[in-house]
């Protein structure tokens, strides 16, 4: 089978709810990023092949073809055809699988996979609640997926809590957790650990964005504790749990004739794709048994990845998969997580991407692994080689 390279990987900073990205219309910051591969690795626009674009809540302004339209806004001529998929919170994770795929059936030899999420101007479920206070139907789950599972919906917030307890965590676990994620971030940020990876956007008010803008240099335990629990007794807060974040990100992924004959540096290489699925009322701790199938088929074991990025959709879940998985927490999240940098939903997939391949090379490290819970229940697997 061909192989598959990462030429680029880049990603807006994160913008909090209602920040500095706020005024940025989705289709116009997914344009910034096609436009920034396209510069910075100097291709040809009209040579890629494939524009595929992750985005969860699909209505408004990231509806109707908003892949489509984040090539009609950029420098791409608008020869080059783009499509939008959603596998929830790893949508543009599956973006890279079905990219790599793409190349490595040799099909295709350039493709961009990318994703992009306004949580600021299209929030999260705002796509189910118009159309149920409009009185169109009941929501996404069905009377027959309802009696087989015995709850009347799916969600994240309770899969958090449950993971949590099942796994034995403590409120001051998952809040412990949350403050090393913003000491990293913090770190990596002011060290330059994200220059490579950051395209900068330039503000209407003249300023730049470059910064992302979650990151509280300030965290503290104590401040962190302070905050009261999403439930009644509950575990999960808005402090240990990822926050709500505007953003766009995405990768160049290349066959090994398009290096060649464009003259491209690969900064990586698709090792191996894996994608499963299993309880949608927990929901979250997918990435726990999907790692350990990866790194089965894969041929290898958890002491071969030198750097891991597990999305901090809630402490909870790397917590628990580092509990099960035996890997080494100094590998884990090494640049911070989502609860400290954001979680901009279709996004983050591209995003932990980004990160995780300028990780790799700036410590001269040889693998990664990249996984994300998904509502339903999914999970995604993506090892790469960094070369």
Not at 359 to 382: K, P, W
Request: charged share 20%; aromatic share 4%; net charge negative.
């Amino acid at each position: 089978m061909a192989e598959a390279y990462i030429v680029d990987a880049v990603r807006t900073a994160g913008g909090r709810r209602g920040g500095k990205l706020a005024g940025w219309h989705p289709a116009d910051l997914g344009a910034e990023i096609l436009n920034a591969l396209v510069a910075r690795t100097e291709i040809d626009p009209a040579a890629i092949d494939d524009v595929i674009v992750g985005c969860v809540t699909q209505g408004g302004e990231q509806a109707f073809a908003l892949g489509r339209n984040v090539v009609l806004a950029s420098q791409l001529p608008d020869s080059v055809p783009a499509v939008t998929i959603d596998r929830q919170c790893g949508s543009s994770q599956q973006a890279v699988h079905f990219a790599a795929q793409a190349v490595m059936s040799g099909t295709q030899d350039l493709v961009i996979a990318a994703g992009v999420e306004s949580m600021s101007r299209v929030p999260m479920f705002s796509n189910v609640e118009l159309y149920r206070q409009a009185g169109m139907g009941t929501g996404p789950i069905s009377p027959r997926i309802a009696n087989r599972y015995g709850v009347s919906g799916f969600s994240q917030f309770e899969g958090a809590e449950m993971l949590a307890r099942k796994h034995g965590l403590s409120r001051d676990d998952l809040d412990r957790y949350a403050l090393e994620s913003h000491r990293k971030a913090s770190a990596a940020s002011m060290t330059g650990a994200f220059a490579e990876e950051i395209v900068t956007l330039a503000l209407p008010d003249g300023s730049v964005h470059q910064r992302d803008e979650g990151i509280r240099t300030d965290a503290s335990l104590a401040g962190i504790a302070a905050v009261r629990p999403l439930t009644e007794g509950g575990l999960t807060t808005a402090a240990n749990a990822s926050q709500i974040c505007d953003g766009a990100s995405g990768i160049l992924i290349a066959s090994e004739r398009a290096v060649r004959d464009h003259h491209l540096v690969p900064m990586a290489r698709i090792h191996h794709l894996f994608v499963s699925a299993g309880d949608p009322v927990i929901m979250l701790e997918e990435p726990i048994h999907a790692t350990r199938r990866a790194l089965d088929r894969a041929g290898m074991r958890i002491e071969d990845i030198d750097l891991f990025e597990v999305n901090e959709a809630f402490a909870s879940v790397p917590l628990a998969w580092l509990s099960l998985t035996g890997a080494d927490p100094s590998r884990l999240n090494v640049n911070g997580g989502a609860i400290a940098l954001g979680h901009p939903l279709g996004a983050s997939g591209t995003k932990l991407m980004a990160t995780l391949v300028h990780a790799l090379r700036a410590t001269s490290r040889r693998f990664g692994l990249q996984t994300m819970c998904e509502a339903g229940g999914s999970a995604n697997v993506t090892i790469v080689e960094a070369v």
